[in-house]
């Protein structure tokens, strides 16, 4: 048995979002929902200087950096 490595599954997923128009639908539905979401989070940054600061305040706060 072949050992799948990861541009087989991105082939395999591509195929099911194909042939299957619900999984494409729902799949195109969580991309627009997280979407919306990183906009709306992005906003309260605020653009040019500030946004990288902030921006870097907002992920210390939440533990990733």
């Known amino acids: 048995m072949k050992v799948m490595d990861d541009i087989d599954?991105?082939?395999l997923y591509a195929?099911?979002?194909k042939n299957d128009t619900r999984l494409f639908f729902q799949?195109?539905?969580l991309i627009e929902s997280q979407?919306?979401?990183s906009s709306d989070i992005f906003k309260k940054f605020g653009v040019g200087k500030e946004f990288k600061k902030r921006a870097r305040e907002?992920?210390?706060g939440i533990g990733v950096i």
């Open 27 to 29: 799949q195109k539905k």
């Open 58 to 60: 907002y992920l210390k």
């Open 9 to 11: 599954y991105v082939e």
């Open 35 to 37: 979407l919306h979401s």
């Open 15 to 17: 195929q099911k979002l």
